[in-house]
Nanobody, 123 residues
Framework: QVQLVESGGGSVQAGGSLRLSCTVF????????MGWFRQAPGKEREGVAR???????SYADSVKGRFTISQDNVKNILYLQMNSLKPEDTAMYYC?????????????????WGQGTQVTVSS
């Protein structure tokens, strides 16, 4: 079993920054894809950024150049550095992991999920 615990959400003004963390507990994969996803009220969950076990990354067009995904393989922590935040970035942010390293940003394909951390950006 795998457990994911997110932290680091909060409320910021537009233009500000936040760093989200996701700690992975339990059985880990030797190869995997891990991602950050978000869901705003009334909207579908969307992929934000992902990274695989080789360190390859993918980003949604809406966050390219502003968000950076990274991982600490020793501590089993996934990060999302979010800069130049906009009100439209307001959402619940979730991390997810799956043993299929080739997965990209389709939320429905990921097996394990955290409980989420709220990010609110005010104008």
């Amino acid at each position: 079993q795998v457990q994911l615990v997110e932290s680091g959400g909060g409320s910021v003004q537009a233009g500000g920054s936040l760093r989200l963390s996701c700690t992975v507990f339990g059985d880990t994969y030797s190869s995997y894809s891990m991602g950050w996803f978000r869901q705003a009220p009334g909207k579908e969950r969307e992929g934000v950024a992902r990274i695989d076990s080789d360190g390859a990354t993918s980003y949604a067009d809406s966050v390219k150049g502003r968000f950076t995904i990274s991982q600490d393989n020793v501590k089993n922590i996934l990060y999302l550095q979010m800069n130049s935040l906009k009100p439209e970035d307001t959402a619940m942010y979730y991390c997810a992991i799956d043993g299929r390293w080739w997965l990209l940003l389709t939320a429905s394909e990921y097996k394990y999920w955290g409980q989420g951390t709220q990010v609110t950006v005010s104008s």
